[in-house]
């Protein structure tokens, strides 16, 4: 017997079984959301020549100040010489400071400067209102398994920085 979403339920147990078919819809699906997700921050970072990538920096510098470069290397997964492009842009544009390391004066440690936080402030309060929306449509139940779905697509590295991020968060 299958239930509404495909799953098929076999002594109490829900044994998903999905299609291929099922299975390119949820891929388009996610595709286009991503799309929808980055629209409204990709205007805003039009307007000042910047894209995905300076998001990503400036996002996760706020999630951590503090951070080093090695770290955030870590979290984006890009390679040196990309970050550094966006580092120093960022850094000649006013949006973050970085600082050398107290204990091992190589490191550079990063935050973002009050400009750089109203830009991340603006960045996230349109995906914020996105999510919001989205979320309270599809209800708690869907929220939670969303994000299952989603910690499930990590690869284990990192999921353990997923995990160590929210926790550092509190």
């Keep these: 017997m299958a239930d509404a979403s495909g799953a098929q339920v076999q002594g109490g147990e829900s ?19 991503y799309r929808a997700f980055t629209a409204d921050p990709d205007r805003i970072l039009e307007e000042m020549c910047y894209g995905r990538a300076h998001h990503r920096a400036i996002h996760f510098i706020n999630c951590a100040p503090g951070t080093t470069v090695n770290n955030l290397l870590s979290i984006l997964g890009v390679t040196k010489q990309s970050l550094n492009r966006v580092l120093r842009t960022l850094v000649a544009d006013g949006l973050v400071e970085s600082r050398i390391g107290r204990t091992d004066k190589r490191e550079r440690h990063l935050y973002l400067t009050e400009s750089g936080r109203d830009l991340e402030q603006r960045l996230s309060d349109a995906q ?9 449509q ?5 929220v939670a398994g969303f994000r299952r779905v989603l910690e499930a697509m990590m690869e284990p590295e990192m999921h353990r920085q997923f995990t160590r991020l929210r926790e550092s968060r509190g």
Aim: net charge positive; charged share 25%.
């Design 15 to 33: 044994l998903l079984y999905l299609t291929d078919e099922q299975l390119r819809q949820g891929i388009e699906a996610m595709f286009f959301a």
């Design 138 to 142: 599809a209800g708690p139940e869907a």
């Design 128 to 136: 914020r209102a996105r999510m919001r929306a989205a979320y309270r």
